[in-house]
């Protein structure tokens, strides 16, 4: 390999990519003069383009066009310009012009290692391996995002032995918490921790949001929002992200929408985003406590990615730690400078340590020894559960329809409501499903079976035929060839969704007597009860209409 390595953090709107050189310097690899790559991909006969040519591509054919592939990683197949493409050749293209690039640089192929963020679990960090090997790369090292960013930080300051630091990363479609304890030679991972559905794009959605209520709920919005002219509406999120982006230099910026301009106005955008901020702020505190810590055991808060940006985001974090972070002038390139300076030549072939055990979401558990867990080989491809298909019989018996759904409403709501019916369902199910001393506080629980009727008479169009897919993040029901998606829900999530299907995975609790909720973790062999087919669901009724899938 010549001594050349590559880092490649694989990002939602960018992918950057950072070499460095046998004598130990780094720099980024340049496209189109940028150090950030679009992460975009867009279907032009029958070809996959990535980068700025893709951007280019979005303009004018939006439909064909997926701007940001990492939050279709677990959707299997992505439809582009009426052709379905697995989301692994996305990814794989983008991979694919960074190497090229850094083949062209380097003069062969280099070592590479590649980050994700710290919240993914096997399946989804089984997808990117796929798609790195069939960029070309049948050996890569993995790396959690805020990890990278941490040794970046950790290798520049001179931070004491002992010292614990915050990386706290806000990019586009992701945030990432981490806690160091710097070491002798370098650190531990102590707290770490993640969202998946908070980032850059949300708050651009946000500025949406802000520009809906200055319009008013018009026919004309409201098509406009549904995608009726894509290149219209293309535009419009083009908009809204520069809009939000001036605003952390501004304090108010023009929207051009439905032919006026429109201001937003940072007090605005900063009211409608708080919400959404607030989240990773808590987070932030939750990781900080798993690890033991309180505030004041903290030495310093770093910020990474762009969306980090927003003067809010410091404003709050200062708020509630009592320590000012520390920003720097580009926070998109923090990850993989710091994923290329944690491997060295030798290590750069076989996957670190696993230094990110997936978080349990449970506000302060009990502070975990930092050893790091043995590394575990690169994930499969997104393996599922089960796949559960019902036999006819039941099917059957689920188109009689009405009988039956209302049996399956009332049923998880008498449970909650009468407790003497509760215990006596729970432990009869609990035993005769899962052959378990039953918990006091669940709601309802499902066989396979059970849950794959319940989906189908719940769920808008709710008779017929389906097949439920369940993996470690989700519930896919397939009702012909429309997939339909329900994240498994952590538990300090409980009782704050609405219209949503919520999905709480049980296991036995660590001390053995009565269960914690916990989300589905593949292969566990504590949780699967029979072999890997069964499992057991808390289904919850949400007030406010219909469930529909996320
Ligand atoms: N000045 C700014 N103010 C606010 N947001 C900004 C600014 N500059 C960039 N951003 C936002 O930062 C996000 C991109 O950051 P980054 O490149 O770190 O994300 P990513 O690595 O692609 O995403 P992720 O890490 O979540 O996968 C975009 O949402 C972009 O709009
Ligand atoms: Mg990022």
Redesign the pocket.
């Known amino acids: 390999m010549g001594g050349f390595r590559l880092s490649v953090?694989y990002?939602?709107?960018?992918t950057v990519a950072v070499l460095a050189e046998p004598g130990g310097r780094t720099r980024p690899l340049l496209f189109d003069g940028s150090p950030?790559l679009p992460?975009t991909v867009a279907a032009h006969d029958g070809h996959l383009l990535t980068g700025a040519e893709a951007l280019r591509a979005a303009r004018t054919t939006p439909a064909a066009t997926e701007p940001n592939p990492?939050r279709r990683i677990t959707d299997g197949d992505v439809l582009l310009g009426g052709r379905s493409y697995p989301v692994t050749a996305l990814i794989a293209a983008t991979f694919r012009t960074v190497s090229d690039e850094a083949r062209r640089v380097a003069g062969h192929r280099p070592a590479l290692t590649v980050t994700h963020?710290a919240g993914w679990g096997a399946s989804r960090r089984g997808v990117l391996a796929a798609a790195v090997a069939s960029a070309g790369y049948d050996t890569a090292a993995y790396v959690p995002?805020p990890v990278a960013a941490a040794r970046f930080f950790t290798a520049r300051s001179g931070v004491p032995v002992g010292a614990h630091l915050v990386v706290y990363?806000l990019?586009?479609?992701?945030c990432d918490v981490a806690v160091l304890r710097r070491t002798g030679d370098g650190f531990d991972v102590v707290g770490v921790g993640g969202l998946d559905d908070v980032?850059?794009?949300d708050?651009?959605a946000v500025v949406v949001d802000v520009l809906g209520r200055a319009v008013g709920a018009t026919g004309e919005w409201r098509r406009l929002l549904a995608g009726d002219r894509p290149r219209d509406r293309h535009a419009l999120w083009q908009e809204a992200?520069e809009a939000?982006?001036a605003l952390?230099?501004r304090a108010s910026a023009l929207v051009h929408v439905l032919g006026r301009d429109l201001p937003v106005s940072r007090e605005d955008f900063e009211a409608a985003s708080r919400p959404v901020l607030d989240r990773t702020v808590a987070l932030t505190g939750q990781v900080i406590a798993s690890a033991g810590l309180t505030n004041t055991d903290v030495s310093a808060v770093y910020l990474v990615?762009?969306?980090s940006?927003?003067p809010l985001v410091a404003t709050l974090l200062h708020r509630a730690t009592g320590i000012a972070p520390t920003v720097l002038d580009q926070?998109?390139l923090v990850v993989a400078e710091g994923a290329v300076l944690g491997t060295g030549p030798a290590r750069a072939e076989t996957p670190p340590p696993d230094e990110n055990p997936t978080p349990d979401p449970r506000p302060a558990p009990p502070p975990k020894p930092p050893a790091p867990a043995p590394a575990p080989a690169p994930a499969p491809p997104a393996a599922s559960l089960f796949d559960f298909t019902p036999p006819p019989g039941l099917v059957a018996r689920s188109q009689l329809g009405a009988g039956v759904a209302v049996v399956l409403f009332l049923l998880p709501i008498a449970i909650t409501l009468i407790p003497g019916l509760r215990t006596a369902v729970m432990n009869d199910l609990l035993r005769t499903e899962l052959g378990l001393d039953p918990p006091g506080d669940v709601i309802a629980v499902f066989s396979p079976w059970l849950l794959c009727l319940l989906v189908q008479q719940l769920t808008p169009n709710g008779s017929g035929k389906s097949r439920v897919r369940v993996d470690d993040e989700s519930i896919t029901v397939v009702r012909g060839d429309k997939p339909e998606k329900y994240l498994w829900e952590h538990v300090n999530s409980f009782g704050t969704e609405k219209d949503r299907l919520v999905l709480h995975a049980l296991s036995p609790a660590p001390g053995g007597s009565g269960f914690v909720p916990k989300k589905l973790v593949l292969g566990d062999p504590a949780w699967l009860p029979s072999g890997g087919r069964g499992f057991a669901a808390v289904v919850e009724r949400r007030s406010g209409g219909r469930f529909r899938p996320l």
Not at 11 to 14: A, K, L, V
Request: net charge negative; glycine share 22%.
């Open positions: 953090d990002g939602t709107s960018h950030l992460s990492k963020p995002e990363d990019g586009a479609g992701t980032g850059g794009l708050l651009d992200r939000k982006e952390s230099r990615g762009g969306a940006r927003v926070p998109e």
